[in-house]
Each structure stands twice: as C-alpha cells, then as structure tokens.
C-alpha cells in the first residue's frame, strides 16, 4: 500500500509562486503524478513523471508548473509559478502506471491540499 501526504498549499495572489510537496512510501519505484480539481469540475491530471524521468504537463500550465523528485528525501514536487485564479483546486499526488501509449493512469491517492490564487 502506498502512502501518499501533500503539502504546501495556501492562498497566495496572481503571479505568485507555490511549491507543493508530496512525501510517500515505496517511493522510488512509483510513477508518480499530480492532478487538481476546481470547485464544480472534474478532476484533471495536471503532470505526471515517470521513473525513468520523463515528465509531461497539461498545456495550461506548461512553461508555470514543473514537477520533479528528491529520490534521497522520498519527496515529489510541483513547482508552480505566475499563478492564476483559475489554477485555484485542491491538488493531488498520485503513484500510479505508465501504459504503453505514454499516458498515466494513478492507482494511489493522496488526499489533497487546497490552492487558492487570488486576483
């Protein structure tokens, strides 16, 4: 069973910068990826990095967000930065599997920690 704990969350204005962190077990042999959901809308995947290092990021957030790992600290990020409102939603880590068309599928949640941007 994989254990999954964000943290970093807070309120913070427009074009502000956040760093998000997310501590696990079994850390180094998960895929790992983050994901949020905006009040009233789906939850969406929003990068994700293989063990291998390869990463991907929604289009939206490409260029603000990026997400890497500590392997020594057991810990994930999500760097986010020029902040917009509509980049508020509670955020997710996730561990999860690579299919063989390059796309991320979680099988382990962690349970979240709120982004608001304000404008």
């Known amino acids: 069973q994989v254990q999954l704990m964000e943290s970093g969350g807070g309120l913070v204005q427009a074009g502000g910068s956040l760093r998000l962190s997310c501590n696990g077990r079994?850390?180094?042999?998960?895929?790992m990826g983050w994901h949020r959901q905006a009040q009233g809308k789906e939850r969406e995947l929003a990068a994700f990095?293989?063990?291998?290092?390869?990463?991907w990021v929604l289009d939206s957030v490409k260029g603000r967000f990026t997400i890497d790992r500590d392997y020594a600290k057991n810990t994930l990020y999500l760097r986010m930065n020029s902040l917009k409102p509509e980049d508020t939603a509670v955020y997710y880590c996730?561990?999860?599997?690579?299919?063989?068309?390059?796309?991320?599928?979680?099988?382990?949640w962690g349970q979240g920690t709120q982004v608001t941007v304000s404008s």
């Open positions: 996730s561990a999860g599997e690579i299919h063989y068309d390059g796309t991320y599928s979680p099988n382990y």
């Open positions: 079994s850390f180094t042999a998960d895929n």
């Open positions: 990095e293989s063990t291998s290092g390869r990463n």
